[in-house]
């Protein structure tokens, strides 16, 4: 594993060093877009695959966004900005709801095959955004091997699991969480903090769970945390605060919704035997992802952010569902990308072992269990704990200077200091 504390992102900046698509050398270039094409061919064969018995959740999303923008019908309980009071099933944001109510009208089927086109592409657009973060914390690795292979084995991976939950499972609110996340780590990385604040507050405007993601905000230069800090707060706020005010009961309906605990949890494996979700367990997933996420930067260990968060939901989560799997499996692509220098995507490879071909193998459901438990107690202890090595590459002189990136990753560091 690796420290990235001194990559030399400002170093980029000043010697106009290439950044963009269009900048890479022509070699590197074309290799990129053949990667792309292998990628997207990977994308395009699945989606045939999952399409066939797709859709599974996608009538919530019609659902949803309907109450919302048109009301309830008949004698149903009312919709609107009651949405959330009287439907607690409906553990989805609003953001998320305002998307489906555009893709609804677009394609057949109340839109499904417009939010699977839709969804498959954000995949790809994922591994760009991606690439892109590479590029600017690591400018040397332009064209490298280690990258072109993690990014070929791994983003292929990742688009299995990507299209399973997209077009499979059609959870466009996960869909939005993740892309949204990534969109604000690349935002605090080009240093700009309105923009990261505004996509961490999207991300949980489209799914709740997503406040694990609230670390990223450290993850901006000190001097301009708090700007990203109240751009977070503000669309946060503006997306639930209209619900809270219109009824009351907004607040607790979200907490009166439970889920299964299933046999093969992860929250089975820890102990907690409850049927259902336990009254403290959403807020235990939050404040876990958060407290993980702030060791993590603290650690300079921030690219491993997203993977931390997503794990501490499936640790504490009563469900097994698979559409989980595509943010793990995102959460540790960066990782490769970034934290280690090994020339396969190892977490990327263990993690979608874990998730979706264990069960595969065996019914033995508390087995699986201590499977998805283990796995996330062994890449936080690994990615927090593990002995950190400069990343290879570095110059000796980049080694041992704390270079203008550690504003980015330190708490308590402004830049220029």
């Known amino acids: 594993m690796t420290q990235i504390l001194d990559a030399p992102l400002m170093h980029v900046r000043a010697e106009g060093l290439p950044r963009t698509l269009v900048d890479v050398p022509g070699p590197d270039r074309r290799r990129r877009a053949r990667r792309f094409a292998v990628l997207g061919g990977v994308t395009l064969v699945w989606t045939v695959v999952f399409a066939r018995h797709g859709g599974y959740s996608w009538h919530y999303f019609v659902q949803g966004s309907t109450l919302l923008f048109h009301g309830a019908s008949g004698s149903a309980a009312a919709g609107g900005l009651d949405l959330y009071a009287n439907y607690p099933e409906l553990q989805i944001g609003p953001f998320t709801f305002a998307v489906a109510e555009v893709l609804r009208h677009l394609g057949g089927a109340n839109g499904l095959v417009a939010a699977w086109v839709f969804m498959a592409l954000l995949g790809l657009f994922v591994l760009y955004v991606l690439e892109r973060i590479v590029e600017a914390v690591r400018p040397d690795l332009v064209g490298d091997d280690r990258v072109h292979m993690t990014m070929l084995v791994g983003g292929s991976v990742f688009m299995i699991g990507w299209i399973d939950l997209s077009v499979a499972i059609s959870h466009l609110d996960d869909v939005l969480a993740l892309t949204l996340a990534v969109l604000a780590l690349w935002a605090a990385i080009e240093d700009l903090p309105a923009i990261a604040g505004i996509c961490i507050g999207l991300s949980a405007d489209s799914k709740p769970w997503a406040l694990v993601f609230?670390?990223?905000?450290?993850?901006?230069?000190?001097?301009?945390?708090?700007?990203?800090?109240?751009?977070?707060?503000?669309?946060?706020?503006?997306?639930?605060?209209?619900?809270?005010?219109?009824?009351?009961?907004?607040?607790?309906?979200?907490?009166?919704?439970?889920?299964?605990?299933?046999?093969?949890s992860a929250l089975r494996a820890l102990g907690v035997s409850d049927p259902g979700t336990p009254s403290w367990d959403r807020i235990a997933q939050i404040s876990l992802g958060c407290a993980l996420g702030a060791v993590a930067v603290r650690r300079r260990r921030w690219p491993a952010l997203i993977l931390l968060g997503v794990g501490a939901r499936i640790a504490l989560d009563p469900g097994v569902y698979g559409y989980y799997t595509a943010g793990v499996l995102l959460g540790a692509l960066l990782w490769d990308l970034l934290g280690n220098h090994r020339p396969l995507p190892i977490w990327t490879l263990i993690s979608g072992t874990a998730l979706a071909v264990a069960p595969i193998l065996t019914p033995d459901a508390p087995l699986l269990g201590e499977v998805r438990l283990g796995l996330v107690v062994t890449f936080t202890v690994a990615l927090l704990l593990g002995p950190a090595q400069a990343p290879a590459g570095f110059t000796a002189r980049e080694r041992t200077s704390p270079g203008p990136f550690a504003a980015l990753v330190s708490p308590g560091r402004s830049a220029g200091h």
């Open 214 to 264: 609230l670390p990223l905000i450290l993850t901006v230069p000190a001097h301009t945390r708090r700007h990203a800090a109240v751009w977070t707060a503000v669309t946060i706020v503006a997306a639930y605060l209209p619900f809270v005010i219109a009824d009351p009961h907004t607040l607790s309906s979200a907490s009166a919704f439970t889920i299964t605990n299933e046999p093969s």
